[in-house]
């Protein structure tokens, strides 16, 4: 079975394991995180550790991820001192991403020790903007913000960072008719009050960001069939 959930955001790595062991996920199965399993909650560097380690779990670069990277000098040195020191570009980069709740992220990372940090890094960006994956007989676009000036007739690899990760798609829009994109990125509850903790699907695209970041339970979406499975049911 091939597994897809988004948007982790810190959440308890226990209590994403225990929902992983109660779906059934197995060793023979595949999860692809979506990416933004950092920030905002607690455990985002333990999910990434973990994810590190497992050889059928496979993650996509998030935008928060993305401001991670682009805070990786804190990481270079003494963090105290880059920190007190930070000015330009540096410095506009530091207040986005803890203005985005990056704090519980870069309190994990400065506990760490220089080689962990550094796999940590290499990792990051190491992961791909998009996968396309075949289940059965669908095709599924698998991204983390969508498909920013979407043209059916573009290549995926000449999308940017900013429209793959960055993108939120608006509730009118359509991607490809021959192939179901996957993404998280935008909480299901701006597109309506009722999607509060539920997936959002169009007849394009499946939105499976359900408000981690709020404090609401991830989902998992089995690829196979299109099952939905909620930590909380």
Not at 34 to 49: A, F, T
Not at 53 to 73: I, P, R, S, T, Y
Not at 199 to 210: M, R, S
Not at 217 to 232: G, H, N, S, T
Request: charged share 25%; glycine share 8%.
């Amino acid at each position: 079975m091939v597994y897809a959930m988004a948007d982790l955001h810190g959440y308890s790595l226990e209590k994403v394991l225990a929902f992983l062991e109660k779906i059934g996920f197995t060793e023979t199965d595949q999860l692809y995180v979506l990416g933004d399993v950092i920030d905002r909650g607690e455990d985002g560097i333990r999910i990434l550790q973990w994810i590190m380690k497992q050889k059928n779990v496979h993650m996509l670069l998030g935008n928060h991820e993305d401001m991670m990277c682009k805070c990786a000098f804190l990481f270079e040195g003494d963090t105290a001192l880059a920190l007190e020191n930070m000015k330009g570009a540096n410095r506009r980069s530091f207040d986005h991403w803890v203005e985005n709740g990056g704090l519980p992220t870069l309190q994990a990372m400065t506990a760490l020790r220089e080689k962990e940090t550094e796999k940590i890094f290499e990792f990051l960006h190491s992961l791909p903007l998009y996968l396309q994956v075949q289940v059965q007989e669908r095709t599924f676009i698998l991204v983390h913000g969508g498909l920013g000036n979407f043209d059916p007739q573009k290549p995926l690899e000449d999308y940017t960072l900013q429209e793959l990760v960055w993108t939120r798609p608006t509730k009118i829009q359509r991607y490809y008719t021959d192939k179901m994109t996957v993404l998280g990125h935008t909480p299901t509850l701006y597109y309506s009050d009722q999607l509060k903790g539920r997936a959002f699907a169009t007849d394009t695209w499946i939105d499976i960001d359900v408000g981690a970041a709020g404090g609401i339970a991830p989902m998992i979406l089995r690829l196979d069939d299109l099952q939905e499975f909620y930590m909380d049911a």
